[in-house]
């Protein structure tokens, strides 16, 4: 931790060298750290949305809890509208950081029905004057997510996965919050049902102001959601930069794959365009390589990137790529 | 028909199953024809029936399912009336399927070497060495690193991506006619993904056994499928070429799905997706299935359901808009619903 780094005022949320270490056993006396999330840096500004896409165990979604202190950050400072988050200041800063939970189906309650769901929040945070007042705020996030205000004595399994997920958002805005984590909100619906949910997440921005940090690992519904992206491969960050300029003019070897292997929905580009396969697979956490954990399967790879990480480097207009040899 | 160039045709399939709240309709009138040689996408939400029909091809469902009616003809030979021997025969020698999950499909305590073999020895007559070859051949094909080592390692030791590559050597090792992938890199990451479809799509080239490809998945679809099938409540909506649907779309839940999906160009516009919910199959409407979630509605889709008609482009689609236009276009004649093309 860095006490003395100081947070630009401008940023809602901003996390520096985010460092989260899972130890495990790997003998009778021997535990070896698992470094899932290893000098993650970013910032958020309010009403924003960054994207955070990689592939599983990249470590994307360990930066979203250690963000929100589900976990306990093994090093690093995380600031949430200049103020330092640690134990004792989340307490009173959870009411303005949600988060969206990938899986509808286990995320919420089956014993509770949607209004206490939602209302849950208000509960905890003391945010009602009245039981009336309880009632109506409720139904008022309701009808903000498109429930209906006769759903509100249903139980969770009564609902379809798009309709949960509306619930789970519904519970994430009640303590009207300035920052949602999103973790792959809507990688669990089907398309139609997909597109419902990412146009309600982009009214409620226009209509509140919330800031999304929005984790998934589909491409597309990513570029189409968020502002900037950033782009993570074995716990590092290997390029942030705005959504059109990253598709466009994506500098790091990884992105640069990622990017063309994404199956676009339409038969020309799809059939036409060169993939660059990446050969073999993400090393384990475990036994990280050395230096830059790309290298194994870079084609640019060389002596250097076996013996030092790359640290991001602004290549102009805010776009910041890790690597030695782009 | 079956033509001659049609390894397999399924006509006018039902599939259904039994549950305690009444009979679920998972599959109501499918038809299709797969040409050797060639990959078919079926594509569809969850619930549209796509899977159903595939497994009702293997005829693997659940105990509670069964294929109501309807014929699934493979070179000619109806084999829904086939006994349960010789389906265990056309099962891995004429036809194979992968599914979605490679962690849940191999045995944990076996290796990959004594279940790859297993299937080695149950389908094809070779004994002994010639079947560890065989395997070790197969691992090869499939892109599999150091196949002698790895066949006596048990599948924790793979990835899934390897694992999935380990389902697809089993499935060929038998060289079917057919091979039929359930979502087969749903579970799996982009990189992988992107590896395994070209790994498909390659052996596909080299084996020259058709490919029945089940996906919700309209990126994957696009990418690899010479014709395709949109599914929507257990019917086919529309039919044709992957430019015929993706590029002239003639059914409202084509146009719908295609809308909805985000776009390298929509970034900034809105997505238009289609309202509601997918529908209950339990109690399936008279008419079109559709026709609840549809925007263009009219008061026939309500009450018939739209038979198949050529469109104004030349594939094939159920929709009574669709139909609208051909009227219009003056391509075909009013004529009485279920006449078909």
């Known amino acids: 931790m860095n006490m003395n780094y100081k947070p630009n005022p401008e940023n809602l949320v901003e996390v520096n060298d985010l460092k989260m270490y899972f130890p495990i056993k790997t003998g009778l006396f ?56 640690d ?92 920052f949602i984590v999103c973790d792959e909100a809507v990688s669990a619906l089907d398309v139609s049902i997909q597109a419902q949910v990412i146009n309600m997440f982009e009214d409620l921005q226009k209509k ?19 502002k900037r992206i950033a782009v993570m491969y074995l716990g590092k960050m290997v390029e942030t930069a705005d959504a059109d300029e990253l598709n466009s003019n994506p500098m790091h070897p990884y992105t640069t ?7 676009y929905p339409d038969p020309k580009i799809a059939k036409s365009s060169k993939r660059i396969i990446l050969e073999g697979d ?39 790529v890790a690597c030695w040899n782009k | 028909m079956a033509e001659e160039k049609n390894i397999l045709s399924v006509v006018d399939l039902h599939t259904t199953f039994a549950t305690d709240k009444g ?23 969850s619930g549209s029936g796509k899977s159903v029909s595939a497994y009702s091809i293997m005829q693997i469902l659940e105990k509670n399912g069964s294929i109501k009616s309807g014929q699934i003809l493979y070179k000619g030979e109806d084999i829904t009336k086939w006994p349960e021997s010789r389906m265990r ?16 499909s191999l045995n944990p305590v076996f290796t990959i070497g004594f279940q790859l073999k297993e299937a080695i020895k149950l389908h094809t007559n070779r004994t002994g060495k010639e079947v560890e070859k065989r395997a070790i051949e197969m691992l090869e094909l499939v892109g599999v690193n150091e196949p002698e080592k790895r066949i006596h390692q048990y599948p924790f030791e793979f990835s899934g991506g390897m694992r999935q590559r380990v389902m697809i050597a089993m499935a060929l090792a038998c060289e079917p006619d057919i091979l039929i992938a359930d979502e087969p890199t749903t579970a799996l990451d982009v ?76 970034m900034g516009k809105r997505l238009e997706p289609i309202s509601g919910t997918p529908i209950n199959l339990l109690n399936m409407p008279k008419g079109c299935a559709f026709c609840p979630r549809c925007d263009a509605a009219m008061k026939i889709c309500l009450e018939q359901q739209p038979p198949e008609t050529r469109t104004v482009d030349g594939h094939l689609a159920s929709c009574w808009k669709a139909i609208q236009a051909e009227i219009e276009a003056g391509m075909i004649h009013v004529e009485a619903p279920g006449s078909g093309t």
């Open chain 1, 208 to 226: 509140l102001g919330v800031a999304y940090l929005f984790i998934a690992h589909d491409l597309l519904v990513v570029h189409h959601i968020s």
């Open chain 1, 30 to 85: 021997s535990t070896t750290p698992l470094k899932a999330v290893d000098g993650v840096t970013f910032a958020i500004k309010p009403g924003e949305t960054l994207g955070l896409v990689g592939e599983s165990g990249c470590g994307k979604t360990t930066v979203g809890r250690a963000l929100i202190r589900l976990y306990k950050p093994t090093d690093g400072d995380v600031f949430f509208d200049g103020k330092r988050v």
């Open chain 2, 23 to 45: 009979e679920v309709m998972a599959v109501n009138g499918v038809s299709f024809n797969l040409a050797a040689g060639k990959i078919l996408g079926i594509v569809g939400e």
């Open chain 1, 257 to 263: 794959s990622l990017l063309s292997a994404v199956p």
């Open chain 2, 191 to 266: 990189t992988i993904q992107a590896q395994i479809l070209e790994l498909m799509k390659d052996l596909q080239k080299k084996l020259g056994m058709a490919i029945i490809m089940v996906t919700h998945d309209l990126g994957v679809i696009a990418q690899m499928a010479d014709e395709i099938i949109v599914m929507y409540g257990g019917r086919v909506c529309e039919r044709g070429t992957a430019e015929d649907i993706f590029y002239r779309p003639c059914h409202e839940y084509t146009k719908g799905l295609l809308r909805s999906i985000p776009n390298i160009d929509s």
């Open chain 1, 87 to 178: 134990d004792k200041s989340i307490l009173g800063l959870r009411k303005d950081m949600q988060m969206v939970f990938q899986d509808p189906y286990s995320s919420l309650n089956p014993r509770m029905t949607v209004e206490d769901i939602i209302g849950e929040p208000l509960d905890v945070h003391h945010l009602y004057t009245s039981k009336a007042d309880r009632r109506e705020q409720i139904l008022h996030l309701m009808e903000l997510v498109g429930l209906n205000a006769e759903h509100a004595t249903r139980y969770a399994h009564e609902f379809s996965g798009g309709q949960r997920q509306r619930i789970g958002i519904a519970r994430a805005l009640a303590t009207n919050p300035r």
């Open chain 1, 282 to 320: 993400v090393p384990s956490p475990l036994h990280m390589p050395s230096g830059c954990p790309f290298r194994t399967r870079c084609k640019y790879a060389t002596e250097q990137c076996a013996q030092e990480m790359p640290k991001l480097t602004d290549r102009g207009n805010g776009h910041m």
């Open chain 2, 89 to 104: 025969d056309f099962r891995g020698k004429c036809c194979s399927i992968i599914f979605q999950d490679p962690m849940t």
